[in-house]
């Protein structure tokens, strides 16, 4: 079975540009979840998505944004970066909302 | 709001001693409990969990218990070995389904 997997692995972008960060859950999973990973800190919940709708979202601005799909895969959008955006962006999915999550390797987001 | 604290941030063990984690929330309505280990360049990985009706779970050598009265649970790993060096994360999923993580411990096998 094919675990969470995320596109890409790495991007580079300027200030003030748009990152797309996609996401493809395990077969079967309706729930998608987007975490930051920020240098040194820990997990900060960014995202809830299921069954293509947005059910809860973390303490971010506007600019970070997403949407999930008809197939379940999932897109993470950030508008106008800044250099403090940059982190490691986790997705997740899972079965039901009581079932733990498995997250993929991640995207690396750096903003210059 | 609520949040999860955890305890410490970097453990330093020798190999083949124990090695405990320990994390509490706020959350009382908290009823899931899971734990993460991160290894360099990959996502966290669920090692265990455990669920508020439950008091211990343990798998091999890792082992979880969890006092609800006074909202601490903690990850006690036996036998260390290299590969256990890794960053740990402990998490509660909150009464709105979101999934809250601690900082994160770093745990560093000594040879």
């Known amino acids: 079975e094919a675990g969470v997997t995320q596109s890409p692995t790495h991007l580079i972008k300027t200030r003030g540009q748009q990152a797309t960060l996609r996401c493809s859950p395990i077969?079967?999973?309706?729930?998608v979840y987007w975490y930051q990973q920020a240098l040194g800190l820990g997990l900060q919940f960014l995202l809830w998505?299921?069954?293509?709708?947005?059910?809860n979202r973390g303490n971010f601005p506007p600019r970070f944004s997403g949407r999930q799909f008809p197939n379940y895969s999932s897109e993470l959008n950030v508008n106008a970066l800044e250099l403090e955006d940059s982190a490691l962006y986790l997705c997740?999915?899972?079965?039901?909302?009581?079932?733990?999550?498995?997250f993929g390797s991640g995207t690396r987001l750096t903003v210059v | 709001g609520e949040n999860v604290e955890q305890h410490p941030s970097t453990l330093s063990v020798q190999e083949g001693d124990s090695a405990v984690i320990k994390c509490t929330y706020s959350d009382s309505a908290s009823n899931y409990f899971p734990w993460y280990k991160q290894e360099l360049g990959k996502g966290p990985q669920l090692i265990i969990d455990?669920?508020?009706?439950?008091g211990e779970k343990k798998d091999q050598r890792i082992a979880v218990t969890l006092n609800k009265t006074a909202k601490h649970f903690s990850l006690h790993i036996t036998e260390t070995q290299p590969e256990d060096s890794a960053v740990y994360f402990c998490a509660a999923r909150r009464r709105d389904d979101k999934i809250i993580f601690g900082k994160g411990t770093r745990l560093h096998i000594l040879p």
């Open positions: 998505y299921d069954e293509g709708e947005e059910r």
């Open positions: 455990i669920r508020s009706n439950v």
């Open positions: 077969s079967g999973h309706t729930s």
């Open positions: 997740a999915s899972s079965l039901l909302a009581n079932y733990g999550y498995t």
